[in-house]
């Protein structure tokens, strides 16, 4: 069965340092992973996908991830921290078993950035 | 904004009531998706439809139900409402029924049950 896990619930930065959000999966087909953020009272915002092209995944906003199979990780980066950026951060793997698109999503990472 | 609306933002309603939720999806869209974000649960998959046709089912209790009108639009009936089911409850969204296209989140409901 496929799962996701976020390593961390919180992840305190300050503005302008490098951001690092964790994510490890495990599935039983060939995934596509996503990075969510959801701003408080908002919606979820797609940040960058994974579909098992290029294995680094350039997102909007400065953020990107990288595939690693061999570690099963997809993690979150960003080289240096807005305030903007402190949100709710989610990772997805989708699978398609049955023939329809399942989405699972890792408890999500807080991201507070300070001044 | 994605393109996907959902009505109401709020709702407040007593235990034993009914309710539904209505949901827009992006235009051109076929597949329409029903989360529900609890504290305690976390983000879940209740239910998806495509084309009118329910396709899959998540973790979804039987006083729930949904329906995609032909129009494609889509509503989430929660009935013997319980205190455990205030929520944010989420539609998304996607042209196809793939894993590989990004599925598209309206702002959601929130639901408060007293």
């Known amino acids: 069965a496929q799962s996701v896990t976020q390593l961390d619930s919180h992840v305190s930065v300050s503005e302008g340092t490098p951001v690092l959000l964790r994510c490890n999966y495990s599935?039983?087909?060939?995934?596509?992973l996503f990075w969510y953020v959801q701003h408080p009272n908002k919606g979820l915002q797609l940040l960058l996908k994974?579909?098992?092209?290029?294995?680094l995944v350039k997102g909007i906003n400065g953020f990107e991830a990288e595939f690693k199979k061999s570690e099963t990780s997809f993690h979150l980066t960003k080289p240096s921290a807005h305030m903007s950026d402190a949100a709710e951060y989610f990772c997805?793997?989708?699978?398609?078993?049955?023939?329809?698109?399942?989405?699972?999503f890792g408890a999500g990472t807080r991201l507070a950035v300070h001044p | 904004d994605s393109g996907v609306t959902q009505t109401p933002k709020h709702l407040i309603t007593a235990t034993g009531q009914r309710v539904t939720l209505r949901c827009s999806p992006r235009s051109g869209d076929l597949s329409v998706y029903w989360y529900q974000q609890s504290l305690d649960q976390g983000l879940q998959f209740l239910i998806q439809?495509?084309?009118?046709?329910?396709?899959a089912k998540g973790n979804i209790l039987e006083r729930f139900s949904a329906q995609q009108f032909p129009d494609l639009h889509s509503e989430l009936n929660l009935s013997s409402l319980e205190l455990g089911d205030s929520a944010l409850y989420f539609c998304?969204?996607?042209?196809?029924?793939?894993?590989?296209?990004?599925?598209?989140f309206g702002p959601g409901t929130r639901l408060t049950v007293l």
């Open positions: 439809y495509y084309n009118g046709e329910e396709r």
């Open positions: 998304a969204s996607s042209v196809v029924d793939s894993p590989y296209n990004e599925q598209f």
């Open positions: 599935s039983s087909y060939s995934p596509s």
């Open positions: 994974y579909t098992s092209a290029a294995t």
């Open positions: 997805v793997v989708s699978e398609n078993p049955g023939g329809y698109n399942k989405l699972i």
